[in-house]
């Protein structure tokens, strides 16, 4: 496992291993800090033979990112030291194209020379993911020690829209019921659903590179897309997307939803308590929530859930981070 001490790599910004994350600055040497501090991370994990396939994966998508988006361009380590997955991040909701390959081998050679292709060739398995904000995308790819010898090289480009698609369902469900969140804590809740995202992700990837493995992740990842499902049918959404544009610290929201929403926010709700225990067992390179994410998210479900079994709302009474008259958790 990695330490804990932060270091400064090659005078670029101060990272912490133990996160597995850097922000790249907007400047030319943005390239080499990536290669040496992805370099570093897995040679700290134990599995030094993937540093050279990380090394010009990380490369290209960084260069890519830097020509193609607005910073910041964020560099990760994520999965498990088994198949650690390196993950570059930026601001553009351009998804990444593949260039198709020939059979031909002085072709395949010179195509590989190049973007996206030589990324895949380096890989056991990549894909892309579209904010479901609209932020941007992040980029992925689990590096291998030797380039692959087929040339099928497609990869999983998730697009939420499109899951959602395929799902086939009414925008108004048969039966609804009203939902009271009385003082939301804005600022909280925004923090909340980033962590969230981030965790589905996650757990989407787990359960594409071993379902069998990692029952518990395809589980979560099934109940993620009933969840999204269930909040495009419910109204009332709209009011906190303008408390946050306002700066709003609190805001009471009348949301309109399916009458299965506090079931499925009930399974939600026991599989995010779950998943803590999960990623500590799986030795995950993920980072836990913290306790003030913890604490809006028990009050955010569980108010799904009571509500949903016909008792009266209780306003969140966590205070506001952004208040300095409040304690920060």
């Known amino acids: 496992m990695l330490g804990t001490a932060s270091y400064v790599l090659a005078g670029g910004p101060l990272v912490t291993p133990s996160q597995k994350s850097l922000t790249l600055p907007a400047t030319p040497r943005a390239v080499r800090l990536a290669r040496e501090w992805v370099h570093k991370v897995l040679t700290e994990l134990g599995r030094p033979e993937l540093v050279a396939s990380a090394e010009l994966g990380v490369s290209e998508l960084v260069t890519n990112a830097m020509l193609h ?31 198709e390959l020939s059979h031909d081998e002085e072709d395949l050679l010179s195509t ?13 398995a990549w894909g892309s993911e579209l904010d479901p904000d609209g932020h941007g995308k992040m980029v992925w ?36 019921i009203e939902i009271r969140l009385l003082g939301m804590p804005v600022a909280g809740f925004r923090d909340l ?24 992740a395809a589980e979560l990842s099934d109940v993620a897309l009933q969840v999204e499902q269930e ?5 009332g959404v709209e009011r906190l997307a303008q408390a946050e544009a306002d700066n709003e610290k609190g805001v009471d929201l009348l949301y309109v939803i399916p009458a299965s929403a506090p079931a499925t926010m009930g399974r939600l709700s026991d599989l995010m308590k779950r998943s803590q225990e999960f990623f500590e067992s799986e030795s995950l390179m993920y980072l836990a929530p913290s306790p003030r994410q913890q604490e809006v998210q028990e009050w955010y479900l569980g108010e799904f859930v ?22 920060a958790s």
């Open 141 to 176: 790819f689990e590096p291998v020690e030797e380039p692959r010898e087929d040339t099928d090289l497609g990869g999983d480009q998730f697009d939420i829209d499109e899951a959602m698609a395929h799902r086939h369902f009414t925008e108004e469900p048969e039966e609804t």
């Open 231 to 235: 909040r495009r049918q419910s109204q």
């Open 69 to 99: 988006s607005m910073p910041p361009v964020v560099v990760r380590v994520r999965g498990t030291q088994e198949h650690p997955r390196v993950e570059v991040a930026d601001r553009s909701m351009v998804p990444p194209r593949l260039i």
């Open 193 to 216: 659903r980033r962590h969230y995202h981030e965790l589905r992700r996650e757990l989407r990837l787990l359960a594409l590179t071993d379902p069998d493995r990692y029952p518990f």
């Open 112 to 124: 590989y020379g190049r973007g996206l292709s030589l990324v895949a060739l380096h890989s056991a």
């Open 306 to 327: 009571r509500q949903g079994a016909g008792e009266q709302p209780i306003a969140w009474s966590g205070g506001y981070a952004d208040d300095p008259r409040q304690s």
